[in-house]
């Protein structure tokens, strides 16, 4: 059995930080490639940020952002935790949404996407 579970989420006030963090758990083998998510009230799923997986090199990882975060948002990657973390910089009030991780996540019998149960972020003053 697999879980993810993001949390980290809360409310900032604009211009303000927050680190989103991802950990998977469980009979895992390898994660593949990691993706962020955002839902504002009212509007579409919008992706926010990958990292693929570069193996035990991190410096083969790629990201690739939304131009809506790009300079603002970054998204890392510890293997050996199975974590997977989202640093939000200069938050802005479009930012409030429920943030979600995807993993694309390998066992001994198969390798599917699993998703978080999602985190709320507030951006008000």
């Known amino acids: 059995q697999v879980q993810v579970v993001e949390s980290g989420g809360g409310l900032v006030q604009p211009g303000g930080s927050l680190r989103l963090s991802c950990t998977a758990s469980?009979?895992?083998?390898?994660?593949?490639?990691i993706y962020w998510y955002r839902q504002a009230p009212g509007k579409q799923r919008e992706l926010v940020a990958t990292?693929?997986?570069?193996?035990?090199?991190?410096?083969?990882?790629?990201?690739n952002y939304a131009d809506s975060v790009k300079g603002r948002f970054s998204i890392s990657r510890d293997n050996a935790k199975n974590t997977m973390y989202l640093q939000m910089n200069s938050l802005k009030p479009e930012d409030t949404a429920v943030y979600y991780c995807?993993?694309?996540?390998?066992?001994?019998?198969?390798?599917?996407?699993?998703w978080g149960q999602g985190t709320q972020v507030t951006v008000s003053s």
């Open positions: 995807r993993a694309d996540i390998a066992t001994l019998t198969h390798r599917i996407a699993y």
């Open positions: 469980g009979s895992i083998t390898r994660i593949y490639g």
């Open positions: 990292i693929t997986s570069g193996g035990d090199i991190a410096s083969d990882n790629t990201s």
